[in-house]
């Protein structure tokens, strides 16, 4: 597969990565520092910052901290999420389903995105253009899922993306050049997740940071909402 054009972040003077110590997240950041359209990159994660987005008051604290050193994002990406749980990879069948797994799942997956959104959302520009992505997957999608099973991590991005469509249609009414999408990064290249590739295309950290950016740059505020993949298809709910 072809690589993405160089990524020209949208107008993305100050960006923010959150989850910036994973494979993705750091190879965002560091695919920022080097766009000539980039002036500022602010990063947070867990060991870096202590950010937990399980833990709202940390959320809340790491959203005050930036809004005090007066802050204001073009662009935030969101690249926090978990596949495996405590070890145990996604479910075959539904004898393996475990309700502490699958909580564990949505805790991270969604309602950590969603406590992301409510904080950091409001650190956006307004009245500029602005976007706001955050990664999900692709076996999130109920209509495009003809082979079952991964209950947990499907059901809990299916989830998510619920929570990004609704954060588009409320932050559209603070500002019209707002952009909010659900992301499917691809496969990536890593010793976690290469078992699950299949035979599938995949994209180390950092060829997926530039195709997540490259697509990033294409998007408008009338396809604020969607749920796109890393070459900009958009991907059914």
């Known amino acids: 597969m072809a690589r993405a054009d160089p990524p020209r972040p949208p107008a993305a003077r100050h960006a923010l990565i959150i989850g910036a110590s994973g494979g993705i997240g750091s190879a965002l950041a560091a695919t920022l520092r ?13 060991s870096a910052n202590g950010l937990d987005l399980l833990d ?5 604290r790491a959203a005050a901290q930036l809004k005090t050193a007066g802050a204001q994002f073009d662009l935030i990406i969101n690249a926090v999420g978990i596949l495996e749980v405590d070890g145990a ?6 004898k393996e389903l475990s309700g502490a797994a699958m909580l564990r799942a949505f805790a991270v997956n ?26 999900s997957a692709r076996v999130g999608s109920i209509g495009d899922n003809w082979l079952g099973g991964w209950m947990s991590y499907r059901a809990s991005k299916a989830a998510l993306n619920q929570v990004v469509r609704c954060a588009a249609i409320e932050d559209a009414r603070r500002n019209k050049q707002s952009v909010i999408v659900a992301i499917h990064p691809g496969t990536i290249k890593t010793p976690l997740t290469v078992q699950y590739a299949r035979g599938r295309y995949t994209a180390t950290p950092e060829e997926a940071a530039q195709n997540i950016l490259a697509v990033l740059a294409r998007l408008s505020p009338a396809q604020s909402g969607g749920f796109f993949d890393y070459a900009g298809r958009e991907i059914e709910w």
């Open 110 to 135: 969604a309602v950590g995105a969603a406590l992301a959104l409510k904080h950091f959302v409001p650190l956006l520009k307004r009245n500029s253009p602005t976007v706001y992505a955050t990664l």
């Open 89 to 94: 990879g996604p479910e075959k069948s539904f």
């Open 34 to 46: 080097t766009a000539p359209n980039v002036d500022r990159i602010a990063t947070l994660s867990r």
């Open 56 to 60: 709202e008051s940390s959320v809340a």
